[in-house]
C-alpha cells in the first residue's frame, strides 16, 4: 500500500500555483462623501467643515469642531461585484487643532471582488472562486495658512484581501484516468501600502480652486494556502499602485447656489496579472440651500478609461443640518450606465460634532 502511495505522489503533477482573478481587485470607485456623491463627484475645492474628502483634505481646513461621519451605502445592477448587498463603506473623523490646524482621517472601500472561473492548468481541471476587495485609508493635516489658503499633507493607503476557493480533479498526463480530487484555498492578504498626498484650496471670493496629488505606491501580498487538512504553503509577491491627480473649482453665483467641476486622473494600473487602463473622471454638480437647514444637489460624472470606460452616472441628493448645525443627514442616488449596462447606487450618511453627540 505504501509503494502504491509513493507511486501515486511522485507521478501526480504539481499543484497550481496561485491563479490571479480575471477581473484582477474587482470593480472599483473612487471613496466620496455622500454629499460629493450627490454632486456628481464634486468634491476637490468644496469647502466641507464637517466632512471629509480623501481627494483633497485641505477641504476641512476651516472645520471648528470634532465630528464623526458614518455612510452606508447600497449598489445593485449588473456588475456581480456588488451583488446588492448593504455595506458599511466608510467612516471619517475631524479633529480641530490649535493654530488653525485640522487632523483628518478615514476609511473606505475602494473595491469589491466577487469573480469565477474554469481552470486546465498543469494537469488539473476544476473550478475556481474569488471574492474579497481592497480598502482605502487616508490620514493628513490641514493647515489654514490664511482666510482664502490652506494646505494638507498626509499619506493614502491602500490594504485588502482576496479569497480564492479551488476544487480541482487530477486530469494526468496520460488522459483522465482515475479522478484524484483537490480543493485549497488561497488567501492573498494586501499588505497596507502607503503614498503621500499633498493638497491645497484657494478661496477666492465666489471661486473656489483645489488640487491634490497622491505618489505611486508599492507594497507586498502574502499568499497562505491551506489544503483540505492540515498542509499549509506560503508564499509573497510584491504589487504597486499608480498615483492619482485631483483637480477642481467650485463657483458660488450666489450665497444660496455652488456650481463645481472635478476632474480625476490616474495612470495605467497593473495588478493581479490584470490591467486598468489610464484614464479619468469628470464631475459635475450643482448645491442649492432650500431653506431650513435643507440642501437639494444634482450632478453628472463621465468616465474616460479606466475601470468602467465610456460610463456615464447621473446624480441627486439631499441634506439636511439640525441641531443649530451641530448634526446632519446626507442622501444620494445615482443611476450609471455603461456598454448597454447599468447600476443604481444609494447612499446615506449621519455626520455628528462633539457639541451634539455630547447633548445624547
Not at 488653525?100 to 469573480?115: K, Q
Not at 482576496?162 to 484524484?180: D, I, M, N, W, Y
Not at 460624472?301 to 439636511?320: E, M, N, P, V
Not at 448597454?340 to 455630547?358: D, K, M, N
Request: with cysteine.
Amino acid at each position: 500500500m505504501f509503494e502504491m502511495l509513493l507511486l501515486a505522489a511522485l507521478s501526480a503533477p504539481e499543484y497550481p500555483g496561485f491563479v490571479p482573478p480575471p477581473s484582477g481587485m474587482g470593480s472599483e470607485y473612487l471613496p466620496s462623501t455622500v454629499r460629493s456623491a450627490g454632486m456628481g463627484g464634486v468634491s476637490t475645492a468644496l469647502v466641507s467643515p464637517d466632512g471629509f474628502s480623501m481627494s483633497n483634505p485641505a477641504t476641512s481646513a476651516w472645520s471648528t469642531s470634532t465630528g464623526v461621519t458614518w455612510t452606508a451605502g447600497w449598489r445593485a445592477g449588473d456588475d456581480d461585484a456588488w451583488d446588492g448587498g448593504m455595506r458599511f463603506p466608510s467612516v471619517s473623523v475631524l479633529f480641530p487643532l490649535p493654530w488653525n490646524a485640522v487632523l483628518s482621517a478615514g476609511l473606505s472601500e475602494r473595491s469589491r471582488l466577487l469573480d469565477a472561473s474554469t481552470l486546465y492548468q498543469d494537469g488539473y481541471r476544476g473550478s475556481l472562486e474569488w471574492e474579497g476587495g481592497l480598502n482605502e485609508a487616508c490620514a493628513a493635516f490641514s493647515l489654514r495658512a490664511s482666510d482664502w489658503l490652506a494646505f494638507s499633507l498626509g499619506g493614502r493607503g491602500a490594504f485588502g484581501s482576496t479569497r480564492c476557493s479551488a476544487s480541482l480533479t487530477e486530469t494526468g498526463p496520460g488522459g483522465s484516468g482515475a479522478p484524484v480530487n483537490t480543493q485549497y484555498v488561497d488567501e492573498a492578504k494586501f499588505m497596507p501600502c502607503w503614498g503621500l498626498q499633498a493638497g491645497m484650496l484657494m478661496r477666492l471670493g465666489r471661486v473656489d480652486l483645489g488640487a491634490s496629488i497622491l505618489t505611486d505606491r508599492g507594497g507586498r501580498i502574502d499568499i497562505d494556502r491551506d489544503y483540505a487538512g492540515a498542509e499549509e504553503e506560503s508564499s509573497s509577491r510584491n504589487y504597486d499602485l499608480p498615483g492619482e491627480v485631483n483637480l477642481g473649482a467650485v463657483v458660488r453665483p450666489s450665497e444660496w447656489l455652488s456650481l463645481g467641476a472635478d476632474l480625476h486622473s490616474r495612470k495605467t494600473m497593473h495588478l493581479l496579472d490584470s490591467t486598468v487602463p489610464d484614464g479619468s473622471v469628470v464631475g459635475l454638480g450643482a448645491e442649492a440651500l432650500v431653506s431650513g437647514g435643507v440642501a437639494a444637489r444634482a450632478g453628472w460624472t463621465s468616465t474616460d478609461g479606466l475601470w468602467r470606460d465610456g460610463a456615464s452616472r447621473w446624480t441627486g441628493g439631499l441634506g439636511y443640518r439640525f441641531a443649530d448645525g451641530a448634526a446632519g443627514l446626507d442622501f444620494s442616488i445615482s443611476r450609471e450606465t455603461w456598454d448597454g449596462s447599468g447600476e443604481t447606487s444609494v447612499f446615506v450618511s449621519l455626520w455628528s460634532s462633539e457639541s451634539w453627540l455630547g447633548n445624547r
